[in-house]
């Protein structure tokens, strides 16, 4: 009923930067909320950014000041722009849309940070 597509993961080394890309499609009610979520191994997934139909964000302490969530809403699309990457970046990020209580996700892509 919704799908989700992300691309832009990668290899990149520690400084550098990426940006990851999520288009949504389906049946999406215009208020929702769009975000990144992360998962390192062994760890449990965290939530790095979200976006909501209006346009105010929220940041994992983690990435502030590095990390942009940004959304196009006729596209249903969301990005996310990671600049001076760190290892400790290194995880599967996936796309999330919620709305009316529910919540779809992503495949999931790799982001390695390494030099």
């Known amino acids: 009923q919704v799908q989700l597509v992300e691309s832009g993961g990668g290899l990149v080394q520690p400084g550098g930067s990426l940006r990851l890309s999520c288009a949504a499609s389906?049946?999406?009610?215009?208020?929702?909320?769009m975000g990144w979520y992360r998962q390192a191994p062994g760890k449990e997934r965290e939530l790095v950014a979200h976006?909501?139909?209006?346009?105010?964000?929220n940041y994992a302490d983690s990435v502030k000041g590095r990390f942009t969530i940004s959304r196009d809403s006729a596209k249903n699309t969301v990005y996310l722009q990671m600049n001076s990457l760190k290892p400790e970046d290194t995880a599967v990020y996936y796309c999330?849309?919620?709305?009316?209580?529910?919540?779809?996700w992503g495949q999931g892509t790799q982001v390695t940070v390494s030099s």
């Open positions: 999330n849309i919620r709305f009316l209580q529910n919540d779809y």
């Open positions: 389906g049946s999406i009610f215009r208020f929702n909320v």
């Open positions: 976006i909501i139909s209006g346009g105010s964000t």
